[in-house]
Structures are given as C-alpha cells and as structure tokens.
C-alpha cells in the first residue's frame, strides 16, 4: 500500500505485438488499482507486430496509464516513430547507442511530487556491439542524480550475467535495475545488499502459449531447417509479466519486489 513515504512503480515486460496491447487495454487499469501503483514503465519495443512500436501504439499507451515507454535493439523499425524519439520524452532508446542516433535514454518525471528518473540501457553480449552500459550507465546514473535519488533503470540485454553484473555496479545507487529483452519471466526479484531492487528479466507482455511471443510451429521450423524463417506473433490469450517495486523516497531504496504474471482468458 502506498503512503507519503513510499512511491509503488510497475515495471512491465517487452509488449510483443497485438496480444500485448490488448493484454495492457484488458489489464493494466486493474493492475493499477490493485497495486495502489503511482507509476508504470512498460517496454514497448516489440508492439508494432514484433519489431518497433508505432506512434499510433506509443499513443494508446500513455492514454493506459503509462508514465515512461522503454524500447530496445528494435525501436528503429517503424518509421512513424523516428520524429518522435527526439520530441517526446517519455519515449526512450538506450542512452548507450551513439549521440548521432535520435532520441535520448533517460527521462526525469514528476509522480506524487517527486521527481523520477528512468534510465534504458542496453546489453552488448549477444547484441549488436554499442557503448559501454556500465560506462554509460554510471556516467547517466550520476549525472541523474544530482536531481533525484528515485531513479529506475530497464537493461535491455541478453546475457544474464551481464544483467546481474550491472546489477550490483549500480546497487545503491539506483532504486531499481530491471532486466528485459528475453520475454521469459525470471524468478529471481530479490533486493541486493545496498538497496536495488533487481530482476533478471520481467518477461512479457504478450501471447502466453508462444516462444517468446511468437508462434510455435514456426519456431520449431527455424531450429529443425536453420532457414531465416521470419516469426509471426502467437493468437493466444494475452498475459501481463512484470514486477511492482515500494521505494522508499528519502533514501531511494527499495523496500520491496514483488513478480506477478496474469493472463486474460477471453
């Protein structure tokens, strides 16, 4: 239950395609008024059909509730969005891509009279070869918070060991360290020595009965033939993954981490 003391934040999984939105549209209102939440971050970089979001889905989704969009390795994909990447600054790309790349990583916003800072980082083990996160991270984790000490941070990366390193770089330093990119809810939340609250990866907003989001049988096809086959986003019922942080806003501390997973049967 939130108070004056605390700031209660939902952290939502990469939305995969249509399931996902509709997942947000059936459930996230509900998820809100259950959690007491002041504020939900969601990764919206697989919206528009598995690759990128859309101006029209970024929209749809502040409309929702959502306070801060974070994005990923495919954010580059819908041209519609381009523009908006440098002029709404509720919409982030990994602030470890180039300077020279539109958009900014990190955002300050105003929740319950405290000012909130999310950071997007992305992973480089697996991924396509950028900056430095730790480096970039620091550096953005620093400049933050000579404004707040409330600052969350989505790692969009692959490699667990990259994310729980990360992790505990920043501990103390930030309010939460989130993993996603996987679509595979871990069940690891934990709180870590100094303060962090931390999950190697919130899952997926998205199909349930998939691979990672998308249809089984193609994936299967692409491991038995090793053909480029391209994914199509599962039909099954939506589900919501993701964790809802307690921060403590004098110290910027975590006071607690809980997972949840809920599916829409319709």
Same mark, same amino acid.
């Given at each position: 239950?939130a ?8 952290l939502?999984g990469d939305? =995969?395609?249509?399931?996902g939105?509709r997942a947000?549209?059936l ?5 809100i $008024? !259950?959690?007491h939440?002041?504020? #939900?971050?969601v ?26 969009? %974070?994005?990923g390795?495919?954010i580059?994909? /819908?041209? !519609? ?5 440098d002029?709404?600054?509720r919409?982030?790309?990994? &602030?470890?891509?180039?300077p /020279? ?9 105003? #929740? ?7 950071l ?8 396509p070869?950028i900056? =430095?996160?730790?480096?970039?991270g620091?550096?953005?984790v620093?400049?933050?918070?000579k404004? %707040?000490?409330l +600052?969350?941070v !989505?790692?969009?990366? *692959?490699?667990?060991? *990259?994310?729980? &390193?990360? @992790?505990?770089?920043?501990?103390? $330093?930030v309010?939460?360290v #989130? ?11 934990k709180?870590?020595? /100094? ?9 997926l =907003?998205g199909?349930s009965?998939s ?8 994936? +299967? @096809?692409? /491991? ?8 199509? +986003? @599962?039909? %099954?019922?939506?589900? +919501?993954?993701?964790? =809802?942080v307690t ?6 501390? &975590?006071?607690s981490?809980?997972?949840?997973s809920?599916?829409?049967?319709i």
């Open positions: 239950m108070d004056a003391k605390t700031l209660v934040v939902l939502l939305v =995969c395609g249509q399931p939105s947000l549209f459930g996230l209102h509900t998820l $008024k !259950d959690y939440a002041d504020m #939900v971050v990764n919206g970089e697989n919206a528009a059909n598995g690759f990128g979001l859309s101006a029209s889905l970024m929209e749809q989704f502040f409309s929702l509730g959502v306070s801060v969009i %974070t994005s390795n495919h580059w994909q /819908q041209d !519609d969005l381009r523009p908006l990447l002029s709404e600054k919409l982030l790309r990994p &602030a470890n891509y180039p /020279q790349a539109p958009g900014h990583g990190s955002v300050v916003v105003d #929740v319950k009279n405290h000012k909130v800072a999310v997007n980082l992305q992973g480089r083990q697996s991924m070869s900056d =430095c996160p730790f480096r970039v620091m550096e953005q620093q400049r933050l918070g404004q %707040t000490s +600052i969350l !989505d790692f969009h990366a *692959e490699n667990p060991e *990259e994310k729980e &390193a990360l @992790a505990f770089y920043l501990d103390g $330093k309010s939460a #989130v993993g996603t990119h996987t679509h595979v809810q871990t069940s690891d939340e709180l870590l020595p /100094q303060g962090t609250a931390y999950i190697t990866d919130l899952g =907003c199909p009965e691979v990672i989001g998308s249809e089984p049988s193609i994936s +299967i @096809a692409r /491991q038995l033939t090793q053909m480029p086959l391209r994914s199509e +986003i @599962a039909d %099954t019922p939506p589900l +919501i993954q993701g964790v =809802c921060i403590d806003t004098a110290s910027g501390h &975590a006071r981490i809980e997972r949840f809920r599916l829409y049967a």
